[in-house]
């Protein structure tokens, strides 16, 4: 076999003495340094690279550049393989592998076209219809067929192991593209002194100069780009990237900028980079696309851009075919005849539209020898896999019979569409502009900038000269005035001579001929044009209709070849303007970006990162299980042997009645609250008193939110006079702080409180049950802790050891009890210090699931109760507000429908059977057989096993509970199919009277 | 994304701020009794299509809280500054 035997024996901007060897399906080819994937399986005569979306056409290399729709493979393997690549945006590399997708066994023999049996079936809304189908169980048989043959690559099922990275970063100005108005842009910019970003998504900077002929100041154009790219990297000020996309302009001119830094291996460091970036002034100058022109089987391999043909031929040295048909609308596709010509490539001939053409050119046609057939149209092109010939038919109306050609590659060019996909995240939709027959932005911001191709300037002088003003005036408009960098110039950039040719005459031709075959106008997704005859005839006839209906423009390439097209056909079908159809507008991205890159390093455990209490050390050691509360990971119990969650924390639970036990609260919120006006503060905060509450004593609170609902409870103690503490729970602990500092900082600035989180500042410990004082009386110095010296609700600061406590007398188990507060970072030497003083009081560390367990015995309410909805009344301590103060949710919680007597307040529940478990989230109802939405009276809210009671207990929420009480109900949970008979009591089941905790 | 140059720590990504709503609202006395001013303080905002007073905290920063002049179409911000006369109650500074 011929090595590469659609190379070009000379020319292109690849470096033939670099050869790079790589695999494309199991197959070692050969390719050079500087080519596309595209153009070294185009070069190895690889035509048919995929198969279609839906019917699983053969398809292949369409374009050059980021706007391909069919030449998607997967490139890498094992849990490296990344699928949907564009060969014509990867850059080849020694040891690439890359293989088809959509298809098998190969891209040439695909069993999966299956679906292009069903093509009747498959049309616009099929999806939608045929759940309305009368057999509808004909349609389920096959659509699990249908779905599986249809769709794109698939991604490794495994962890992406590669690393992502974000970074943030700021310019002055941004240049999006590096073809010559960008160039210019960043240069000129660049001279003022400003600090410029030039981004391009290609892996070769230059954009159209690297397909052009045309001179710059005698230079070729890919030289004289490279000379420019060059200057702008030795300048400190210019950050120069390629492989780059910016895929999305955000508010206040931030963008996303996704950088393929890892596209040259397999394995690389960094697999790609996400930039935020930040600029003051943006310049455009993102180019154009070329646009199909539509006839039958114009998705057949071989039918390509007329520039993406010329872009082969002259950048990378590779023919696309022995015998080239052009197909036009407009001038442009003339420039490929003649650089195929010059590479002595056969040129069957060019078929435009047009009735008439710029004489110049057609003399130009003639010495070269390329026969120019003017009013004609492609019809249909011919092939089974591959082209081998196009039917023509004149547009003169004669009816003149179809002629055949021979060709085995169709360049076309309908035209060229700016890219402003970019211009329209900020400006809104585009407009249609009939002169240019293409979709332009007119109205972006004054710190935005439009030069070059994708502002309608096809003219390589005027994209020069509009580049290089755009970037002087950016500089200028942010006051940089030629304060450049050392041996820059800081003098205007000389604009430099360029030729004026420039694309002309484009004539608008949407309509071709009707033929047998299908014609695509959105390649990557397979609309056809008969889809969007059928959407018009079906009422979907808006464009943001008709893009939901067919699919059109979804697909990855975000319809950019295909939009303007169908917009087209749409107006004549329903005759109108182009203008009067409109536009979809573009959102970010631009292109496809992989989520690992918003992930970055982000990711496991990296992207909760958790909190760890001080003694975190110690609960690993004595094996605790840990539970998540939040970004904490809290001990839920300390297994013995090999005890189950159930029978640990039973134990534990039922030790701390018996004697004594140590949790630890280090996770409670802790809020240090100081200042003359803390009191009132406070009073204004909670629903309760707090004006006269004692140095040296503590007191419960609850707060609401605004709109009357409990937001939060915890007990606030005072330290000093103008001193306090006060603790959250847990899950609100942020919540809080965010409450208090906007009532301090915005509703009432003019109280003298400052306050500040000392979560993180203090461990927390409770040490609870009968035994705890005279545990604690033995390791506390300087405090009595007798009943009388400190009494239920007393705090005091003391030493354990060296180490300076505070001791707080408060319960939350019903036990007489104590909490403990030790700088964070004596938290473990005072927590072994009360074990060492418990061993002989055979203390027992306990965790949440006891902490639960002991606080549900007590109908102490928690985030279970207090879960947004609940109003002070439901949860029973309506008598605790006092009304005749301002406190935050006063008023609204007087709403009619928040003092209803039906509210369901807060209750206890039994199981009838002592030993049924209960669940949290069951309904209560009459019957365990009653109809639940109708009839429910409350929910279980929070459950465990007593014990204390010796059974499953439950707390709840219950319509007219205290009439209730001693009533047979049924706990019921549908989903689960499960139902318990439970009997109502009161939410408090142990000592009511509180004698335990004051003991 | 939006970049909102806190009065304490410079230019920063919204992502470090969270949003508190209309800085217009003002909590009615202390003993007003009338519901129906309760229930707007609460309830009731305006959706303006243009310049919106609103209430941002640094919440990843300084904690300061902020009025923002933002227009609700454009997203410009025109203004920024410590939500109460310039003066912070529980600032960091």
Same mark, same amino acid.
């Given at each position: 076999?011929?090595? =590469?035997?659609?190379?070009?024996?000379?020319?292109?901007?690849?470096?033939?003495?670099?050869?790079?060897?790589?695999?494309?399906?199991?197959?070692? %080819?050969?390719?050079?340094?500087?080519?596309?994937?595209?153009?070294?399986?185009?070069?190895?005569?690889?035509?048919?690279?995929?198969?279609?979306?839906?019917?699983?056409?053969?398809?292949?290399?369409?374009?050059?550049?980021?706007?391909?729709?069919?030449?998607?493979?997967?490139?890498?393997?094992?849990?490296?393989?990344?699928?949907?690549?564009?060969?014509?945006?990867?850059?080849?590399?020694?040891?690439?592998?890359?293989?088809?997708?959509?298809?098998?066994?190969?891209?040439?023999?695909?069993?999966?076209?299956?679906?292009?049996?069903?093509?009747?079936?498959?049309?616009? @809304?099929?999806?939608?219809?045929?759940?309305?189908?009368?057999?509808?169980?004909?349609?389920?048989?096959?659509?699990?067929?249908?779905?599986?043959?249809? $769709?794109?690559?698939?991604?490794?099922?495994?962890?992406?192991?590669?690393? %992502?990275?974000?970074?943030?970063?700021?310019?002055?100005?941004?240049?999006?593209?590096?073809?010559?108005?960008?160039?210019?842009?960043?240069?000129?910019?660049?001279?003022?002194?400003?600090?410029?970003?030039? /981004?391009?998504?290609?892996?070769?900077?230059?954009?159209?100069?690297?397909?052009?002929?045309?001179?710059?100041?005698?230079?070729?154009?890919?030289?004289?780009?490279?000379?420019?790219?060059?200057?702008?990297?030795?300048?400190?000020?210019?950050?120069?990237?390629?492989?780059?996309?910016?895929?999305?302009?955000?508010?206040?001119?931030?963008?996303?900028?996704?950088?393929?830094?890892?596209?040259?291996?397999?394995?690389?460091?960094?697999?790609?980079?996400?930039?935020?970036?930040?600029?003051?002034?943006?310049?455009?100058?993102?180019?154009?696309?070329?646009?199909?022109?539509?006839?039958?089987?114009?998705?057949?391999?071989?039918?390509?851009?007329?520039?993406?043909?010329?872009? %082969?031929?002259?950048?990378?040295?590779?023919?696309? $075919?022995?015998?080239?048909?052009?197909?036009?609308?407009?001038?442009?596709?003339?420039?490929?005849?003649?650089?195929?010509?010059?590479?002595?490539?056969?040129?069957?001939?060019? /078929?435009?539209?047009?009735?008439?053409?710029?004489?110049?050119?057609?003399?130009?046609?003639?010495?070269?020898?390329?026969?120019?057939?003017?009013?004609?149209?492609?019809?249909?092109?011919?092939?089974?896999?591959?082209?081998?010939?196009?039917?023509?038919?004149?547009?003169?109306?004669?009816?003149?019979?179809?002629?055949?050609?021979?060709?085995?590659?169709?360049?076309?060019?309908?035209?060229?569409?700016?890219?402003?996909?970019?211009?329209?995240?900020? #400006?809104?939709?585009?407009?249609?502009?009939?002169?240019?027959?293409?979709?332009?932005?007119?109205?972006?911001?004054?710190?935005?900038?439009?030069?070059?191709?994708?502002? @309608?300037?096809?003219?390589? =002088?005027?994209?020069?000269?509009?580049?290089?003003?755009?970037? #002087?005036?950016?500089?200028?408009?942010?006051?940089?005035?030629?304060?450049?960098?050392?041996?820059?110039?800081?003098?205007?950039?000389?604009?430099?001579?360029?030729?004026? *040719?420039?694309?002309?005459?484009?004539?608008?031709?949407?309509?071709?001929?009707?033929?047998?075959?299908?014609?695509?106008?959105?390649?990557?997704?397979?609309?056809?044009?008969?889809?969007?005859? =059928?959407?018009?005839?079906?009422?979907?006839?808006?464009?943001? *209709?008709?893009?939901?209906?067919?699919?059109?423009?979804?697909?990855?390439?975000?319809?950019?070849?295909?939009?303007?097209?169908?917009?087209?056909?749409?107006?004549?079908?329903?005759?109108?303007?182009?203008?009067?159809?409109?536009?979809?507008?573009?959102?970010?991205?631009?292109?496809?970006?992989?989520?690992?890159?918003?992930?970055?390093?982000?990711?496991?455990?990296?992207?909760?990162?958790?909190?760890?209490?001080?003694?975190?050390?110690?609960?690993?050691?004595?094996?605790?299980?840990?539970?998540?509360?939040?970004?904490?990971?809290?001990?839920?119990?300390?297994?013995?042997? @090999?005890?189950?969650?159930?029978?640990?924390?039973?134990?534990? #639970?039922?030790? /701390?009645?018996?004697?004594?036990?140590?949790?630890?609260?280090?996770?409670?919120?802790?809020?240090?609250?100081?200042?003359?006006?803390?009191?009132?503060?406070? *009073?204004?905060?909670?629903?309760?008193?707090?004006?006269?509450?004692?140095?040296?004593?503590?007191?419960?609170?609850?707060?609401?939110?605004?709109?009357?609902?409990?937001?939060?409870?915890?007990?606030?103690?005072?330290?000093?006079?103008?001193?306090?503490?006060?603790?959250?729970?847990?899950?609100?602990?942020?919540?809080?702080?965010?409450?208090?500092?906007?009532?301090?900082?915005?509703?009432?600035?003019?109280?003298?409180?400052?306050?500040?989180?000392?979560?993180?500042?203090?461990?927390?410990?409770?040490?609870?049950?009968?035994?705890?004082?005279?545990?604690?009386?033995?390791?506390?110095?300087?405090?009595?802790?007798?009943?009388?010296?400190?009494?239920?609700?007393?705090?005091?600061?003391?030493?354990?050891?060296?180490?300076?406590?505070?001791?707080?007398?408060?319960?939350?188990?019903?036990?007489?009890?104590?909490?403990?507060?030790?700088?964070?970072?004596? $938290?473990?030497?005072?927590?072994?210090?009360?074990?060492?003083?418990?061993?002989?009081?055979?203390?027992?560390?306990?965790?949440?699931?006891?902490?639960?367990?002991?606080?549900?015995?007590? $109908?102490?309410?928690?985030?279970?109760?207090?879960?947004?909805?609940?109003?002070?009344?439901?949860?029973?301590?309506?008598?605790?507000?006092?009304?005749?103060?301002?406190?935050?949710?006063?008023?609204?919680?007087?709403?009619?429908?928040?003092?209803?007597?039906?509210?369901?307040?807060?209750?206890?529940?039994?199981?009838?059977?002592?030993?049924?478990?209960?669940?949290?989230?069951?309904?209560?109802?009459?019957?365990?057989?009653?109809?639940?939405?109708?009839?429910?009276?409350? *929910?279980?809210?929070?459950?465990?096993?007593?014990?204390?009671?010796?059974?499953?207990?439950?707390? @709840?929420?219950?319509?007219?509970?205290?009439?209730?009480?001693?009533?047979?109900?049924?706990?019921?949970?549908?989903?689960?199919?499960?139902? /318990?008979?439970?009997?109502?009591?009161?939410?408090?089941?142990?000592?009511?009277?509180?004698?335990?905790?004051?003991? | 994304?939006?970049?909102?140059?806190?009065?304490?720590?410079?230019?920063?990504?919204?992502?470090?701020?969270?949003?508190?709503?209309?800085?217009?609202?003002?909590?009615?006395?202390?003993?007003?009794?009338?519901?129906?001013?309760?229930?707007?303080?609460?309830?009731?905002?305006?959706?303006?299509?243009?310049?919106?007073?609103?209430?941002?905290?640094?919440?990843?920063?300084?904690?300061?809280?902020?009025?923002?002049?933002?227009?609700?179409?454009?997203?410009?911000?025109?203004?920024?500054?410590?939500?109460?006369?310039?003066?912070?109650?529980?600032?960091?500074?």
């Amino acid at each position: 076999m011929i090595e =590469q035997p659609f190379r070009l024996a000379t020319g292109g901007l690849v470096d033939r003495a670099q050869a790079i060897d790589f695999v494309y399906n199991g197959t070692y %080819y050969k390719g050079y340094q500087g080519d596309s994937l595209a153009s070294a399986l185009l070069a190895n005569g690889e035509r048919v690279l995929a198969r279609s979306f839906k019917y699983h056409r053969p398809r292949g290399v369409f374009s050059a550049g980021p706007e391909e729709p069919s030449a998607l493979l997967t490139v890498g393997w094992g849990t490296r393989r990344e699928p949907n690549a564009l060969a014509t945006l990867q850059p080849l590399y020694d040891g690439l592998v890359a293989s088809s997708q959509n298809c098998w066994p190969s891209p040439r023999f695909d069993l999966g076209a299956v679906n292009s049996w069903f093509a009747p079936l498959l049309s616009a @809304g099929f999806y939608y219809k045929t759940f309305m189908w009368p057999g509808h169980s004909a349609w389920m048989r096959f659509e699990k067929i249908i779905r599986k043959a249809a $769709g794109m690559g698939e991604a490794s099922r495994a962890p992406d192991p590669d690393i %992502y990275r974000k970074s943030h970063a700021f310019c002055d100005v941004l240049v999006v593209g590096a073809g010559p108005a960008g160039l210019m842009a960043a240069e000129a910019a660049a001279d003022t002194g400003a600090r410029v970003w030039l /981004v391009d998504e290609q892996p070769r900077l230059g954009g159209q100069l690297n397909r052009e002929t045309e001179l710059i100041d005698g230079l070729d154009g890919h030289d004289w780009a490279a000379r420019r790219v060059a200057r702008l990297q030795k300048n400190d000020a210019v950050t120069v990237l390629a492989n780059t996309t910016v895929f999305a302009a955000y508010d206040n001119m931030s963008f996303g900028l996704v950088e393929r830094c890892g596209v040259l291996q397999h394995k690389p460091e960094t697999r790609q980079r996400l930039w935020m970036l930040r600029a003051s002034r943006v310049i455009y100058a993102t180019g154009a696309i070329e646009r199909p022109l539509l006839f039958a089987d114009n998705d057949r391999p071989g039918v390509m851009q007329a520039n993406a043909v010329r872009s %082969y031929n002259n950048q990378y040295g590779v023919s696309c $075919g022995h015998r080239t048909l052009l197909y036009t609308n407009n001038d442009s596709a003339y420039q490929t005849a003649v650089d195929l010509c010059s590479s002595g490539q056969a040129v069957v001939g060019v /078929v435009d539209v047009r009735a008439q053409i710029n004489p110049d050119l057609a003399q130009q046609m003639h010495e070269l020898g390329v026969p120019v057939k003017l009013a004609t149209a492609v019809q249909r092109a011919k092939g089974r896999q591959v082209v081998a010939g196009a039917e023509l038919i004149a547009l003169d109306g004669s009816g003149a019979a179809v002629s055949t050609v021979d060709c085995d590659c169709i360049a076309v060019s309908g035209g060229w569409s700016p890219n402003v996909q970019l211009h329209s995240m900020v #400006a809104g939709m585009p407009g249609f502009d009939a002169d240019l027959v293409a979709m332009l932005s007119r109205q972006l911001p004054a710190a935005y900038q439009s030069v070059g191709a994708c502002s @309608g300037s096809y003219c390589l =002088q005027a994209c020069l000269e509009q580049g290089a003003l755009a970037g #002087a005036s950016a500089g200028d408009s942010l006051g940089f005035s030629g304060q450049a960098a050392a041996g820059f110039s800081g003098q205007p950039a000389a604009v430099p001579m360029a030729g004026k *040719h420039t694309l002309s005459a484009v004539e608008a031709f949407w309509q071709p001929p009707s033929a047998k075959g299908k014609q695509f106008v959105d390649l990557q997704h397979d609309v056809c044009r008969s889809d969007i005859a =059928q959407a018009h005839s079906e009422g979907f006839q808006s464009v943001e *209709h008709l893009k939901r209906y067919t699919t059109l423009g979804m697909a990855g390439d975000q319809g950019r070849s295909s939009n303007l097209n169908a917009l087209a056909l749409m107006a004549e079908h329903r005759g109108v303007e182009i203008s009067a159809v409109g536009s979809t507008s573009s959102r970010p991205p631009v292109s496809p970006v992989a989520l690992g890159v918003f992930g970055g390093l982000e990711r496991g455990q990296h992207f909760r990162p958790y909190r760890r209490s001080p003694m975190q050390a110690w609960h690993d050691a004595r094996g605790a299980v840990l539970q998540e509360a939040g970004l904490w990971r809290r001990p839920q119990y300390y297994p013995i042997g @090999g005890e189950s969650l159930e029978e640990a924390y039973r134990r534990e #639970a039922a030790h /701390v009645r018996q004697k004594v036990g140590i949790v630890d609260v280090s996770s409670l919120g802790k809020i240090q609250i100081n200042g003359p006006d803390s009191a009132e503060f406070l *009073h204004r905060v909670y629903v309760n008193n707090w004006l006269k509450l004692p140095v040296g004593k503590a007191r419960y609170g609850v707060m609401l939110r605004e709109d009357g609902m409990v937001l939060d409870d915890g007990t606030t103690s005072r330290w000093g006079e103008h001193d306090y503490l006060m603790t959250t729970t847990t899950a609100n602990a942020g919540a809080v702080m965010l409450h208090l500092e906007h009532l301090l900082q915005v509703v009432w600035p003019d109280l003298r409180v400052r306050i500040s989180s000392v979560t993180e500042q203090w461990a927390g410990m409770a040490v609870a049950g009968p035994n705890s004082r005279e545990l604690l009386q033995a390791c506390v110095t300087g405090l009595d802790l007798s009943n009388e010296s400190f009494p239920f609700m007393a705090v005091a600061e003391a030493q354990i050891g060296e180490v300076p406590v505070r001791l707080l007398r408060i319960s939350f188990s019903g036990e007489l009890a104590y909490e403990v507060y030790a700088p964070a970072n004596h $938290g473990q030497s005072v927590w072994e210090a009360i074990m060492r003083a418990g061993e002989i009081h055979d203390i027992m560390p306990y965790g949440t699931e006891a902490l639960g367990a002991l606080r549900i015995e007590k $109908g102490h309410v928690t985030g279970n109760e207090l879960d947004g909805r609940t109003t002070l009344g439901d949860v029973g301590m309506a008598a605790m507000a006092n009304q005749n103060k301002d406190f935050i949710g006063r008023m609204l919680m007087r709403r009619e429908g928040l003092v209803a007597t039906d509210r369901p307040v807060l209750s206890g529940f039994k199981s009838v059977d002592p030993s049924e478990p209960l669940q949290a989230g069951a309904i209560l109802l009459r019957g365990a057989e009653a109809e639940v939405e109708a009839e429910k009276l409350g *929910h279980i809210s929070s459950v465990t096993f007593s014990p204390a009671l010796g059974q499953h207990i439950a707390l @709840g929420f219950l319509q007219q509970a205290r009439q209730r009480t001693g009533d047979r109900l049924y706990a019921v949970y549908p989903l689960r199919d499960h139902a /318990v008979e439970v009997e109502v009591c009161e939410p408090c089941f142990l000592d009511p009277e509180g004698g335990r905790t004051r003991a | 994304m939006l970049s909102i140059d806190c009065p304490q720590c410079g230019p920063r990504d919204h992502t470090e701020f969270s949003y508190g709503g209309d800085a217009r609202v003002q909590r009615p006395a202390a003993d007003c009794d009338d519901p129906t001013v309760w229930h707007d303080y609460v309830y009731a905002r305006e959706n303006p299509r243009g310049v919106h007073h609103e209430l941002w905290q640094h919440s990843q920063g300084c904690r300061s809280w902020l009025e923002l002049q933002r227009h609700t179409v454009t997203h410009e911000i025109t203004q920024v500054r410590l939500a109460v006369g310039g003066s912070v109650s529980g600032g960091s500074r």
